[in-house]
C-alpha cells in the first residue's frame, strides 16, 4: 500500500496568525513537523497541501508542495483536493502545528489502514485539568479497536462515582489526537458527505464519518500531542526541546 503524508498549512489563524513561520529554536514550525515526518517508515512522500505562497517558499526545500484553493472549510478537504491529483493508496493527515510529533504514531496510524477504511490515535488522560477541558477531545472504543464517539464532553459517565477524580481513578479514559489515516476512496466519499448533525454541534468533523457509516481504527499510544496554538506555546515546546537536547548530550 502506498501512503503520503499530508500537512495541512493555512497561513491565518485567529490566536496566532502566521504561526506555522513561527521560529521554533531556530526553525519555522512547519519545518519542524516536515522533519518529523520524514521521520516516519510508512510514509513514501510527504508533502504540504498550502494555499499560501509565504508557507510554500519555506516547504519546498523540504518535501513537495502543493497548492490549493482558500476556500477549503477543514483541512480534510483541503488535503482531499491533493489527493484527487495524487497516485497513492492511503494517506495520513498530519496537523502543522505539532512540530513534536512521533514518527512511531504516524507509522501506527498509517498500519491500521491495512484492516480500516479510516484510523487515528488516542492516549491515556492522566491529567484531571484535560480530563475537564473541552478542547481535550475524548474518545470511547470499540472491543474491536473501532471509534465508537469523540466528544468534547468527557465520556463515558462513571454514574457511582461521585467526583472527577474518582471518575478518572475508575476507567482508563482516552484522549483523541488529532491525526487521521485514510484510505483514498475513503477520504475522498467522506468530504462529498454534508456537515452532519453531530459534526455541527461539537464541531468535530470526524462524527461525519461515523455518522456516514465509516468506522475508525483508534490506535492507543503512550505519545501525548503537543501543539502550538497560542504564543506562549512556543516557549513550551522550546523547553521540552531543550531537555530533550540535554537528555542526548
Given at each position: 500500500?502506498?501512503?503520503?503524508?499530508?500537512?495541512?498549512?493555512?497561513?491565518?489563524?485567529?490566536?496566532?496568525?502566521?504561526?506555522?513561520?513561527?521560529?521554533?529554536?531556530?526553525?519555522?514550525?512547519?519545518?519542524?513537523?516536515?522533519?518529523?515526518?520524514?521521520?516516519?517508515?510508512?510514509?513514501?512522500?510527504?508533502i504540504v497541501a498550502t494555499d499560501d505562497e509565504r508557507i510554500a517558499q519555506v516547504a519546498r526545500s523540504l518535501c513537495r508542495v502543493e497548492m490549493t484553493a482558500a476556500t477549503h472549510p477543514s483541512g480534510s478537504d483541503r488535503i482531499a483536493e491533493v489527493v484527487r491529483r495524487c497516485e497513492c493508496d492511503a494517506?495520513?493527515?498530519?496537523?502543522?502545528?505539532?512540530?513534536?510529533?512521533?514518527?512511531?504514531?504516524?507509522?501506527?496510524?498509517?498500519?491500521?489502514?491495512?484492516?480500516?477504511?479510516?484510523?487515528?490515535?488516542?492516549?491515556?488522560?492522566?491529567?484531571?485539568?484535560?480530563?475537564?477541558?473541552?478542547?481535550?477531545?475524548?474518545?470511547?472504543?470499540?472491543?474491536?479497536?473501532?471509534?465508537?464517539?469523540?466528544?468534547?464532553?468527557?465520556?463515558?459517565?462513571?454514574?457511582?462515582?461521585?467526583?472527577?477524580?474518582?471518575?478518572?481513578?475508575?476507567?482508563?479514559?482516552?484522549?483523541?489526537?488529532?491525526?487521521?489515516?485514510?484510505?483514498?476512496?475513503?477520504?475522498?466519499?467522506?468530504?462529498?458527505?454534508?456537515?452532519?448533525?453531530?459534526?455541527?454541534?461539537?464541531?468535530?468533523?470526524?462524527?461525519?464519518?461515523?455518522?456516514?457509516?465509516?468506522?475508525?481504527?483508534?490506535?492507543?499510544?503512550?505519545?501525548?500531542?503537543?501543539?502550538?496554538?497560542?504564543?506562549?506555546?512556543?516557549?513550551?515546546?522550546?523547553?521540552?526541546?531543550?531537555?530533550?537536547?540535554?537528555?542526548?548530550?
Open positions: 500500500m502506498k501512503t503520503i503524508g499530508i500537512i495541512p498549512a493555512r497561513y491565518a489563524s485567529t490566536r496566532f496568525p502566521a504561526k506555522l513561520l513561527a521560529l521554533i529554536a531556530g526553525k519555522p514550525l512547519i519545518q519542524r513537523v516536515i522533519e518529523r515526518c520524514h521521520k516516519a517508515k510508512s510514509l513514501s512522500e510527504v494517506v495520513v493527515n498530519i496537523q502543522g502545528d505539532e512540530p513534536l510529533m512521533d514518527p512511531a504514531v504516524i507509522d501506527a496510524v498509517a498500519g491500521a489502514l491495512a484492516t480500516a477504511e479510516m484510523s487515528t490515535a488516542a492516549t491515556p488522560i492522566h491529567d484531571l485539568a484535560e480530563y475537564e477541558n473541552p478542547n481535550a477531545v475524548k474518545v470511547v472504543v470499540s472491543v474491536a479497536g473501532r471509534a465508537l464517539y469523540f466528544s468534547r464532553r468527557t465520556i463515558p459517565f462513571i454514574r457511582d462515582c461521585a467526583d472527577s477524580a474518582q471518575q478518572m481513578a475508575s476507567f482508563p479514559f482516552l484522549k483523541h489526537l488529532g491525526i487521521y489515516g485514510y484510505r483514498r476512496e475513503t477520504l475522498l466519499r467522506l468530504v462529498g458527505f454534508p456537515v452532519s448533525p453531530l459534526e455541527y454541534a461539537e464541531k468535530l468533523e470526524q462524527l461525519r464519518a461515523l455518522e456516514n457509516g465509516i468506522q475508525i481504527a483508534v490506535v492507543r499510544v503512550d505519545y501525548d500531542s503537543v501543539g502550538v496554538d497560542v504564543h506562549a506555546d512556543v516557549e513550551r515546546v522550546e523547553k521540552i526541546l531543550r531537555v530533550a537536547q540535554a537528555g542526548n548530550s
